[in-house]
């Protein structure tokens, strides 16, 4: 089983529309999580870190399931730009700085 | 500010030779980081460096590849006997403490080896 997995994609959704990404990973001692947006042929960007209490950061919402290992990322009102593969990202190991990063979901908003 | 710069942003080599690949991390951050990027996939760590030491270096594939961090700042990527399967974009990142993994990282815009 892979560390980090993602749903597949690619996801393709008009404007407007709200979209969910699920990730599930291995290891139960992760200690941190996040998502990453990368553009094509562009580096990773810290879109949100992850906490078990959820947050939101204007249209777009995370949430952490320890207990299930299950991350997600919610956009609601999708734009044009945010077009772009996502990355569900976990620190592999407790006190580590080693990032491991799921393949990513790709998404795009249609007009 | 300046972020993470990586040279060259673009690498042609043949198989067999020997590359290099720099990254200059934000100033002032102490922990360095080398990821592979291979197409389709997430980036995979490969080392890790707080200030000149490799704390870790798990992540290094074999002993063609090696980094270094001489004066603590700007790192040099190297692999020696480039194959086929080398071929990648390797991305940089840089943090301003190690922490317990949760200081950001922020990533610089790659070097794209092509091995021929």
């Known amino acids: 089983r892979k560390e980090v997995e993602q749903d597949p994609g690619p996801f393709n959704v008009p404007e407007g529309a709200t979209v969910a990404f699920n990730c599930t990973y291995s290891n139960s001692a992760s200690q941190s999580f996040f998502w990453y947006r990368q553009d094509c042929r562009k580096e990773p960007k810290l879109l949100m870190s992850v906490y078990s209490s959820g947050n939101e950061d204007g249209r777009f919402t995370a949430q952490l399931n320890r207990a299930s290992q299950y991350i997600s990322l919610l956009i609601r009102d999708s734009k044009l730009s945010d077009s772009a593969t996502y990355l569900c990202v976990v620190n592999s190991k407790a006190g580590s700085y080693q990032l491991t990063f799921g393949k990513g979901t790709k998404l795009s908003v249609i007009p | 500010g300046a972020g993470v710069s990586q040279t060259p942003s673009n690498k042609v080599t043949e198989k067999g030779k020997y590359v290099e690949l720099r990254c200059d991390p934000i100033?002032?951050?102490?922990?360095l980081y080398w990821y592979r990027q291979s197409l389709g996939q997430g980036p995979e760590f490969l080392i890790y460096?707080?200030?000149?030491?490799?704390?870790?270096d798990s992540g290094l594939p074999n002993d063609r590849f090696f980094a270094v961090r001489p004066e603590g700042s700007v790192s040099t990527l190297k692999i020696q006997r480039t194959e086929r399967g080398d071929s990648a974009v390797y991305l940089c990142?840089?943090?301003?403490?190690?922490?317990?993994?949760?200081?950001?990282?922020?990533f610089g815009p790659g070097t794209r080896l092509t091995v021929l």
């Open positions: 990142a840089s943090s301003l403490s190690v922490g317990q993994g949760t200081d950001t990282q922020y």
């Open positions: 100033s002032g951050h102490t922990a």
């Open positions: 460096f707080q200030g000149t030491g490799a704390a870790d």
